[in-house]
């Protein structure tokens, strides 16, 4: 991209037609181009004063807009450009293109996020783990003794139901973080939808309706369950990302 030394675009390439979508007929004689956003009109001045009075610009990041309204993420590099006398007649800008470069970066922070997430819920599970396993084995110990009142006995019996059910939760947490081995058994997957229902509705918030559907005279399947939550959640997350507005999600289980 070429201007001259009041600012008018006077050179645009067919690499610029292609990177922003508008022809050179379009921009050729504008002082304020469309491409430029309006919050990005101040700096733009700014950077092309500094490019008129003769200083070099290399690899600064700006925000551009494509001609159907995407964000393009670039990096511009200005030279000055001489008339016979040495003044600046004019500055010639190049960019390139780091939307996708950026985009890259992001997932990756993302997925190294992810992973060190992954690795911290590892390691508190297995040490809530521990924990529960105390609290289950005396629970079980007391549950034996003989001379508890019925008050008494529901009141452990419902510690040691809460245990069990923390320790799955510990256990779906462990899959999820792929650091439990595969341990898969006969079980019913109408179960596990069940007892996944409140933690998946948690996943996709408050815009998104979560029902399920739970089928009759289900067969019974060999797997490992922290697997299949994995699976239900992944799913559930892309259902979620896929309606950003809200709407309804549906697991059925079926022969």
């Not at 529901?154 to 595969?182: T, Y």
């Not at 979560?210 to 239900?232: A, C, F, K, Y």
């Amino acid at each position: 991209v070429v201007l001259d030394h009041e600012r008018r675009t006077v050179v645009w390439n067919p690499a610029a037609e292609r990177l922003f979508g508008w022809t050179a007929a379009e921009i050729v004689g504008q002082v304020q181009p469309p491409y430029i956003p309006p919050e990005e009109r101040r700096d733009s001045y700014d950077l092309a004063g500094r490019a008129m009075a003769g200083d070099h610009l290399a690899d600064v990041e700006v925000q551009r807009v494509r001609r159907d309204g995407t964000r393009l993420e670039l990096s511009l590099s200005t030279a000055p450009i001489p008339g016979p006398d040495g003044s600046v007649q004019g500055v010639v800008g190049v960019y390139m293109d780091l939307t996708a470069h950026r985009q890259l970066e992001r997932q990756l922070h993302h997925a190294q996020k992810m992973e060190a997430l992954g690795r911290l819920a590892g390691g508190v599970s297995h040490d809530f783990n521990n924990l529960l396993t105390v609290i289950q084995g005396f629970s079980e110990m007391a549950l034996k003794r003989d001379g508890l009142t019925p008050e008494a006995r529901h009141d452990v019996e419902e510690v040691h139901k809460a245990a069990r059910r923390a320790a799955d939760l510990i256990g779906q947490l462990l899959a999820f973080s792929r650091r439990q081995p595969v341990q898969p058994r006969v079980v019913d997957l109408n179960t596990i939808v069940a007892d996944m229902a409140k933690m998946l509705q948690r996943l996709i918030g408050e815009t998104i309706r979560l029902e399920t559907r739970l089928g009759r005279n289900l067969g019974r399947v060999r797997v490992d369950p922290g697997q299949i939550g994995q699976v239900l959640a992944n799913l559930v997350v892309n259902a979620r990302d896929a309606m950003p507005q809200g709407g309804e999600l549906v697991i059925e289980t079926g022969r």
